[in-house]
């Protein structure tokens, strides 16, 4: 991959015209280091900003005790954020903040890893992605995505909004014709992927970068 400045312009090939083109580029030695770039329902998106603290220290977390979980289950993979996601039904080609892949959606073949365990791409239908808000990520993570990643047949779309004071964790669920909300209490969200109850809290310390905890149970 090739190393571009911070401030620099991304520079997007003629050659990249639909999803096809643009998986080779992603996946070849000149697609950007730095940056978000997709191909999100047949547009190219690109971000080039900067990632907040709390934005980084929320999706850590979560990523975090999720790869924690799936090691002791045995019960599949888990990947943080700068792993491709292609799922050609959706025409859709992203990074998500985190994604989860059971170990039936890889012997059913809903998810192929192109070229085995070192894979560039995941490619099909994750059981569950993550995405965690920014300011500039807003339209494609609360319209954009809520559309294609219910298209691409995934199971679970975790959101996370740590944004302002009132953090915002929600878990939905796919339903006939879009994802459904699931029901809180007392703050506690079920996973029907993962099949326990989860909780995000923001730890404030004075002078210090807040912490998040992702309780789970």
């Known amino acids: 991959m090739s190393t571009i400045p911070i401030g620099a312009p991304v520079r997007i090939p003629a050659w990249v015209t639909d999803l096809a083109s643009f998986r080779r580029w992603a996946r070849s030695d000149a697609f950007p280091e730095h940056g978000w770039i997709a191909h999100l329902g047949g547009e190219l998106w690109v971000d080039l900003s900067m990632e907040r603290a709390e934005h980084n220290q929320a999706k850590g977390s979560i990523n975090s005790t999720l790869t924690m979980l799936t090691h002791q289950n045995d019960s599949g993979a888990y990947f943080a954020d700068r792993m491709l996601l292609t799922n050609e039904e959706a025409e859709l080609s992203t990074e998500p903040d985190g994604m989860f892949v059971s170990n039936e959606s890889l012997r059913n073949g809903r998810v192929i890893l192109a070229e085995g365990d070192d894979a560039l791409e995941v490619q099909g239908s994750p059981d569950m992605v993550m995405e ?86």
């Open 132 to 217: 965690a808000v920014s300011e500039s990520s807003v339209e494609k993570d609360l319209e954009v995505l809520f559309d294609l990643y219910w298209r691409g047949g995934i199971s679970e779309y975790w959101l996370v909004d740590v944004r302002g004071p009132d953090l915002r964790f929600d878990i939905y669920r796919r339903g006939p014709s879009k994802y459904l909300g699931t029901r809180k209490s007392g703050g506690w969200v079920r996973s029907q992927v993962f099949q326990k109850l989860f909780r995000l809290r923001r730890m404030e310390r004075p002078g210090k970068i807040s912490r998040f905890v992702l309780d789970m149970r």
